[in-house]
């Protein structure tokens, strides 16, 4: 059984920065495609960011390319989502998830495990 545990989540001001951490326990990170989504209020579920198990160019929501970026720590066996110049709509609830996809696949539906969430607010 995959268990992943996000954390990092917080308060912030339009422009700042914050890192969000997913702790996968259960598999190793090569076994494994960590994507990231989050749910603004009021909102649905969005893709983030996701990152394939045998590594290659990560998949980003155009929304956030080019501030934020995901990577992962194989020895911790965590996978960390960078934001960087935040925006008030990037307020929402964070959640990272898995598969055994190869690829960083942005369907929500693909994905197999998810984490409780953490709740990151950005104010203007």
């Known amino acids: 059984q995959v268990q992943l545990v996000e954390s990092g989540g917080g308060l912030a001001q339009a422009g700042d920065s914050l890192r969000v951490s997913c702790a996968v326990s259960?598999?190793?990170?090569?076994?494994?495609?960590v994507g990231w989504f989050r749910q603004p209020p009021k909102k649905e579920r969005e893709f983030v960011a996701a990152t394939g198990k045998t590594g290659g160019r990560p998949n980003y929501a155009d929304s956030v390319k080019g501030r934020f970026s995901i990577s992962r720590d194989s020895a911790k066996n965590v996978v960390y989502l960078q934001m960087n110049a935040l925006k008030p709509e990037d307020t929402a609830v964070y959640y990272c998830?898995?598969?055994?996809?190869?690829?960083?696949?942005?369907?929500?539906?693909?994905?197999?495990?998810w984490g409780q969430g953490t709740q990151v607010t950005v104010s203007s």
């Open positions: 998830a898995a598969t055994s996809w190869t690829r960083a696949t942005p369907d929500a539906l693909s994905y197999d495990y």
């Open positions: 259960g598999r190793t990170l090569d076994s494994v495609t």
